[in-house]
């Protein structure tokens, strides 16, 4: 049954039970009407209790169900209209989590109690719709606009102690929320429900709301820059103040059709989904997530406290993992203790906020220049700079110093893990981990799997990350992984525009207007452009080892851009210096200002190379830019590097500045039609066959071949295709 009624006394307590997260599927609803029913009709019982199995209230709208027919059997506002109306007290015992249509039922129940360690909130827009079963209706009229906004705007988790504050809760228990909710339901029998119902009450206003939701609307379209949801969420919450109660109910629905007519809630619902697909790894090999066990992680290392060490130490500290943090000297040390230590004590303010004790969740970090003291852990983490040699060195004194059956991770953007391993007993537990910076709050890791790399290290690495709260995609070993690798081609194109007559900003402003969080120069600027010239100079493509006579502009026989060395060799490594691609106030700016200088170099660039100025348009620019990193995508599926479409596109998202809205790189490309990404890469290599980055992909060509089937089928068309490459 989706959901159970038992009695205790005079209160029913009715439980939703729909593993794994009593999403409000049609069954549930089904369910609810009836035990709601019968209780209200039964004349021994006098107040009604709801709540979730397991532990969870529930996840809101069964999320499947919006591209059904499902959807429309019992809508969940009309359910939740039937609880509100009920003569006998409803109160909602809320445990784990309130989320979405779960926190809308909620608010549809007269009261609301929780356990201090359950979250609410209405996450709707994070998926690229609004709350629309009275969400957005509800919320204003008990806690007021501003709030309510803050809360929906941001789809935010509102811990229950936050909730009680803002008066979304009545009342926070540290043991069962049940039982709690049960002897407040009995202590309100035969009160006066009036004020309860929501529904009914007006939404505290003032003169200048509609200049308040205004600059809301103005506000949310510069941060969420392109996405409609927000943008959807703040014209319901307007309606509730314009409009009664019934009115404000229609708006949500409109607007929830005409989010649906965009077609961003669709790539958002993608992208929930792949966050999840991501964690069911599979390997080569045919092991897979469910089939390996991974060993505990009760202990780890951190070795090298630079700014991913920090990072890395207080996201193990943060899930209740005891961390021993080594330096190799005591000034460094002393440098990084501090740090984590401050980034610590600002997690343990939050979770006093939370009413919770920082002790019981944030664990010790033990700070040492020892070696010796890392004898014991289950696993290391090595996050020491950029630098395979170094990287060998640390690698081989672990060797001697921890016990056999520890897992040994490397923090590397794009090393070889094969070479890594190699000077270790124990290959098999090597394994890559990849954190993007700053690593307590990013929330993606590229987890690299080396040719010896075993299942149980994997499973391990993957339910590591989990633990530390990041979405963990398993990736092959090629230089520069997944995420970096696509960056190159892109960060090409851009350059090549640069030289036939772009400037920084304008290639910037299509892509950002586009929804990427930064444009490619303005991410070159943040990055440090010293990075990339570096590995340059190791290659040999710039630097003394480029043989005398080697055409500026190529390498190889291909086609190269020199103008970012020739940035770097003047010292401008972008922001840390204070000038790049762009001008900044001073070195460590953020505020990036087109710069006449560069300007002028381009100019002069572009006659001593006979290059003609040929601007390109914003829609050349986007294509350009966006294909070669489809194009590449598209190789690494064919390397098998990535196992499906979905895990390049939850790189991309998560570390990338992808705009969510667009659902991914290759969902992106699913939608423009992967036909009109062909015929752009081939009129493309066709003019400009010195760069091979741009010659079509064999998979790109195989799937356009086969009719274009939809993303969902990538997976098993690679499969079958990459195996008859
Ligand atoms: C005319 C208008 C009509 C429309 C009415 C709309 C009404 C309403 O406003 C809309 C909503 O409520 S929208 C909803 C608003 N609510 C949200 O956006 C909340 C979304 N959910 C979450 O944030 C997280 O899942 C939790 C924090 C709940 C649990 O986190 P955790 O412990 O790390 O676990 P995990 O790994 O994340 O998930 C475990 C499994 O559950 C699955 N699943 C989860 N939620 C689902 C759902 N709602 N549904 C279906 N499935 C859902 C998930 O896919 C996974 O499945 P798998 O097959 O095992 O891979």
């Known amino acids: 049954m989706a959901a159970t009624r038992s009695l205790s006394h005079t209160v029913a307590v009715i439980t939703i039970n729909y593993p794994p997260v009593n999403a409000l599927s049609s069954p549930v609803r089904h369910a609810l009407i009836k035990e709601f029913g019968e209780a209200t009709k039964d004349p021994s019982v006098k107040a009604i209790v709801l709540a979730g199995a397991n532990g969870k209230f529930s996840a809101g709208a069964d999320i499947r169900e919006f591209s059904t027919s499902a959807l429309k059997t019992i809508s969940l506002e009309d359910m939740n209209e039937t609880i509100e109306a009920s003569r006998k007290p409803v109160v909602a015992a809320i445990e784990g989590v309130a989320l979405g249509g779960g926190l809308e039922l909620a608010l549809a129940c007269h009261y609301r109690v929780a356990n201090v360690q359950s979250r609410v909130g209405l996450p709707e827009v994070l998926i690229g719709i609004l709350p629309a079963a009275g969400g957005t209706q509800r919320l204003p009229r008990l806690i007021g606009v501003p709030a309510a906004l803050d809360v929906i705007i941001r789809g935010r988790h509102v811990p229950a102690t936050e909730a009680l504050q803002l008066g979304i809760i009545d009342e926070v228990v540290q043991g069962n929320a049940v039982n709690a909710a049960i002897l407040l339901a009995r202590k309100v029998i035969g009160s006066n429900l009036d004020k ?25 379209k510069k941060q969420f820059r392109g996405a409609q949801a927000p ?24 607007l929830f059709t005409s989010l649906w007519a965009t077609g961003q809630p669709q790539a958002q619902q993608y992208a929930f989904f792949s966050e999840r697909n991501v964690a069911k790894w599979t390997h080569p090999s045919g092991g897979r997530w469910d089939t390996v066990t991974p060993k505990p992680v009760r202990t780890a290392a951190v070795i090298g406290l630079g700014t991913m060490g920090r990072g890395i130490a207080t996201s193990l500290a943060k899930a209740n993992i005891p961390v021993i943090a080594l330096e190799q000297d005591a000034q460094q040390l002393e440098i990084g203790k501090k740090a984590v230590n401050g980034l610590l004590e600002r997690e343990a303010e939050k979770l006093l906020k939370q009413g919770l004790a920082p002790g019981t969740v944030l664990a010790p970090v033990h700070f040492t220049l020892h070696f010796a003291e890392l004898r014991d852990v289950d696993l290391v983490i090595e996050a020491v700079y950029e630098n395979t040699e170094l990287k060998k060195e640390i690698f081989r004194k672990l060797k001697s110093v921890c016990k056999p059956d520890a897992f040994l991770c490397t923090n590397t953007s794009g ?10 007993n124990h290959p098999d537990l090597v394994i890559g981990t990849h954190f993007f910076s700053p690593a307590n709050i990013m929330r993606l890791l590229e987890v690299v799997r080396g040719q010896q790399t075993s299942l149980t290290t994997i499973a391990t690495a993957m339910t590591l990350g989990k633990t530390l709260g990041k979405v963990s995609v398993l990736v092959g070993n090629c230089p520069l992984f997944v995420g970096n690798r696509l960056l190159g081609p892109y960060v090409d194109q851009a350059n090549y525009l640069l030289e036939e007559g772009c400037y920084p900003e304008d290639v910037d402003k299509v892509l950002e207007d586009f929804g990427i969080t930064m444009g490619p120069f303005r991410m070159m600027d943040l990055a440090g452009l010293d990075v990339g010239w570096r590995a340059r100079t190791e290659k040999g493509l710039t630097g003394n080892k480029v043989l005398h006579g080697t055409p500026a502009r190529q390498r190889l026989g291909n086609r190269y851009s020199p103008l970012p060395d020739m940035l770097c060799e003047l010292g401008r490594f972008g922001q840390k210096t204070g000038k790049g691609w762009y001008l900044y106030d001073k070195p460590g700016g953020r505020i990036a200002h087109p710069d006449p200088w560069v300007k002028d170099v381009l100019h002069k660039y572009r006659n001593t190379h006979h290059i003609k100025q040929r601007p390109a348009s914003p829609e050349v620019i986007l294509e350009r830019c966006v294909y070669a990193l489809i194009n590449e995508g598209f190789r690494v599926l064919e390397d098998g590097i990535a196992s499906g479409p979905e895990d390049i596109d939850v790189i991309y998202n998560n570390g990338y500045g992808w705009p969510k809205y667009r659902g991914g790189i290759m969902y992106y490309a699913s939608t423009v039609g992967l036909g009109k990404v062909l015929d752009v890469l081939e009129k493309y290599h066709k003019e400009h066959p010195d760069v091979p980055s741009m010659k079509p992909a064999f998979l790109l060509k195989k799937l356009v071949a086969v009719g274009e089937p939809p993303i969902k089928e990538w997976r098993t068309q690679v499969g079958n295709l990459v195996h008859k490459l």
Do not use: W
């Open 231 to 254: 943008i959807a969420c703040i014209e319901a919450v307007r309606a509730s103040v314009q409009k009664p109660y019934k009115h404000g109910i229609e708006k949500e629905r409109q």
């Open 415 to 424: 090393l070889n893990i094969d070479e890594i391993a190699a000077v270790t």
């Open 196 to 220: 309860r119902r929501l529904s009914t009450n007006y939404v505290p206003s003032n003169p200048n709301m509609e200049s308040f939701l205004d600059t809301a609307v103005e506000k949310a």
